[in-house]
């Protein structure tokens, strides 16, 4: 079971990135949140306060903490996170999207991707009284630069 995250006798261990240069790294992650239609209007005043605000909120706190939520996952110096939420009102609902940024060994795609997640999960949260059968859909890497595998973009 040899791979980065495991040594020739199978146990886990984290990536040595010590010798690898600092370079700037990104990363842009997205996701949504599906809702009725009567939810979305609820957005701005739900009982527990601005849902978009605490959300984006949420999401940059989560972007902070990957390294302690995901296991093998190096705890870095982030120079910079944006968690920016929209309404949909075709899809209903809202999309999130987060970006990353620092200077340093290893890639910020988790972090992203964190973001993204803790901040859909704070809106169901916040809006579950109204809404259980609300959906967390589509979180995904958008871009990512930086680093020895260089740029990549979804297509």
């Known amino acids: 079971m040899a791979g980065p995250h495991f040594d020739a006798d199978g146990r886990a261990h984290m990536v040595d990135v010590s010798a690898k240069p600092e370079t700037r790294r990104t990363a842009t992650a997205r996701g949504r949140v599906r809702m009725d239609g009567a ?52 899809l209903p609902g809202l999309n999130v999207t987060a970006e990353a940024g620092c200077t340093g060994r290893t890639g910020v795609e988790m972090e992203a991707m964190t973001a993204v997640s803790v901040a859909c999960l704070t809106i169901y949260d916040m809006l579950k009284a109204i809404d259980r059968g609300m959906t967390i859909e589509a979180v995904e890497l958008v871009a990512k630069s930086g680093g020895k595998s260089g740029d990549w973009r979804r297509d």
């Open 39 to 90: 939810t979305l209007g609820a957005v701005r005043n739900s009982a527990k306060g601005d849902v978009i605000v605490v959300a984006e909120l949420a999401g940059i706190m989560a972007a902070k903490q990957t390294g302690a939520l995901i296991p093998l996952c190096h705890p870095i110096g982030l120079d910079s996170v944006t968690v920016r939420i929209e309404t949909d009102a075709a």
